[in-house]
């Protein structure tokens, strides 16, 4: 098993930066991939990006590419979603999870086997 932690919500005002925390414990040797996926209310969850744990190979979606950024230290087993510019329309609840399949399926939330209970990030105007 794999627990995922997640830290760093909050209130930011639109315009400004928050990063994310995910903390892995656990099996975390049987996963390859990380992601952070987002879920505003009334909407379906979106995927925002993804990183493996070895090599590097970062993804993201095409709409927050630039804005947003996915790092991750090892040493930690910890990964990082870097929120930069944010919008009112990044308002959501943030998910960190984890795949043990590495195939690059990053994208479909259905491919994740492990979930944290999500940060939630609030963007005032």
């Known amino acids: 098993q794999v627990q995922l932690v997640e830290s760093g919500g909050g209130l930011v005002q639109a315009g400004g930066s928050l990063r994310l925390s995910c903390a892995a414990s656990?099996?975390?040797?049987?996963?390859?991939?990380m992601g952070w996926f987002r879920q505003a209310p009334g909407k379906e969850r979106e995927f925002v990006a993804a990183?493996?744990?070895?090599?590097?190979?970062?993804y993201y979606v095409d709409s927050l590419k630039g804005r947003f950024t996915i790092s991750r230290d090892n040493a930690k087993n910890t990964v990082y979603l870097q929120m930069n510019r944010v919008e009112p329309e990044d308002t959501a609840v943030y998910y960190c999870?984890?795949?043990?399949?590495?195939?690059?399926?990053?994208?479909?939330?259905?491919?994740?086997?492990?979930w944290g209970q999500g940060t939630q990030v609030t963007v005032s105007s």
């Open positions: 656990g099996r975390t040797s049987s996963t390859t991939f």
């Open positions: 990183i493996n744990w070895t090599g590097g190979m970062s």
């Open positions: 999870a984890a795949k043990r399949s590495p195939l690059p399926t990053v994208r479909l939330a259905t491919s994740y086997d492990y």
